[in-house]
């Protein structure tokens, strides 16, 4: 399907703009010495990423007509999360890269510390977004956004798949044990951005149901996908460092699957994630093109 | 005052047993490879330091006749902030310290990255511990200490005053400066814990003043303290390395007023403190004893 990725690009060129220009607003650089923090969050905050989870959020919201200004706030949360998350990983402790999103990774450009500073300091924007009076949101809604966040962010959740991936070095990982480290350390924000959607909509929790069989499949689609460029994507479209898994000798799926296999298992999940969305008509039409998108990016 | 520290040693006690209890119930090591990043967070979390500013939170909270228990999961929160904010300090790109609270750092006992994921998780687990519905606190109330807890911990707070700490080995900084810096680093969470208890003990916003003063002095007078600790005291009482700032040529309390002045100006900041507490009886006796033995620990 070659025109999936060209109904998208409207979307994403609306989320990229909305999501810049919020961050703009959001980090002002003071005029005192934390100024050197706040050009290193914007250095990682602003301008670059597909903005793959805020479109995510806003696409979740559509299901249940959700204003998309709520949709945008709860939108930029997920961003500081996931963006915290890039600036720690890439530490020379953790992945040690240093490209990201096509510029020089937060402690290239600045320094370690300030990273280390600069991400935790994301983390904390990202509830006090949350928490924010100004978002008129109920406030059972607020809570249940951040329980979901800290869940889906902390060491049961990302932390904790990330920790499996820092010991996986030393672990010879199955299929099965790859997936559940995938299904944390990617599909856990990923599974935040629907739940947000049913928590916002007003949706009881029971009724989830076709939302997170949505996340699961599309999660793994994406990381199959991820997989996949790294091993035939070039380094200049991905803007960041490729072929670092096989380097370390880090089971991936297309390690275990081989190409042929990963592609057609990633197209099956595609496949699922939108049979999860039968229910819905034409307002779950971005959530679908999302799906399609997902495993045809930068090739 | 020499008898001060004595009348604070059962509340002490009391609140270190509690806190360790407390970690060990929410900390429990799953079977699967997540189990290092666990590891690494009781290693930090449990048994170790005066716990301070959870005892700061019980004894705010005392003033307006908080339950104790709803003002220990607060303390809590408090305190998975400070570890985690130990844990990243001690990193070698930051600090650089070896020894914590009598104890290997996390990145020594453990490495790097799984320091840097231990502290990302106990930041998580602070936002988690104050949304959650189990506390049967008012939602707004949940959502007022969130908002304090982000403001206190995120860039304009704490991140910020280590950010202008980091930038000080560059800069020569005045007594004005290294006040705002200490305002920042340690004083903001200490504002924290006294806001806590104005919070939960449902005082409007501008009936806090008191409270403030009391947490702005205490905190300058703590950090003098420290600073004095720095240059008289022993690395095995203080369970960590001395005299880094003097090594680091960083301008502190001492160096920029002497030994005599520092500890004249710290007696004064505790004097009034105490001061702000007049308004109060027998209940702010807790805050009145914390703020004596500020200034004469582990000499």
Do not use: N, W
């Amino acid at each position: 399907m070659p025109g999936a990725s060209l109904t998208l690009k409207p979307a994403l060129d609306a989320i990229g703009k909305a999501i810049d220009q919020r961050f703009d607003r959001l980090l002002p650089v003071p005029e005192d010495s934390r100024a050197r923090l706040f050009e290193a969050m914007r250095h990682a905050a602003i301008g670059g990423g597909k903005r793959m989870r805020p479109l995510l959020v806003v696409a979740a919201c559509d299901l249940f007509h959700v204003d998309r200004e709520r949709a945008l706030r709860v939108a930029m949360a997920i961003e500081c999360i996931h963006v915290y998350s890039l600036i720690h990983d890439d530490l020379p402790c953790m992945d040690d890269d240093d490209m990201r999103r096509g510029k020089p990774t937060v402690h290239k450009a600045f320094d370690e510390a300030t990273a280390v500073l600069a991400g935790d300091s994301l983390h904390d924007l990202a509830y006090d977004i949350l928490a924010d009076a100004a978002t008129h949101e109920d406030p059972f809604v607020r809570l249940e956004l951040i329980q979901a966040l800290s869940a889906a962010s902390g060491p049961m959740g990302m932390a904790g798949g990330q920790m499996m991936d820092l010991v996986a070095g030393d672990a010879l990982y199955d299929l099965g044990a790859v997936t559940r480290l995938q299904q944390l350390k990617t599909g856990a924000l990923i599974g935040f951005c629907l739940e947000a959607g049913g928590i916002m909509g007003g949706i009881a929790d029971g009724q989830r149901t076709p939302l997170r069989g949505y996340a699961r499949d599309l999660g793994l689609a994406f990381q199959i996908a991820d997989d996949l460029l790294d091993v035939e994507g070039t380094e200049a479209a991905a803007g960041k460092a490729l072929r670092k898994d096989e380097e370390a000798g880090k089971a991936t799926f297309v390690s275990l699957l081989g190409l042929e296999r990963a592609r057609t298992q990633a197209q099956m999940l595609i496949d699922q994630a939108i049979l999860h969305l039968a229910s819905f008509g034409q307002e779950a039409d971005l959530l679908r093109a999302i799906a399609r998108f997902a495993i045809e990016r930068d090739r």
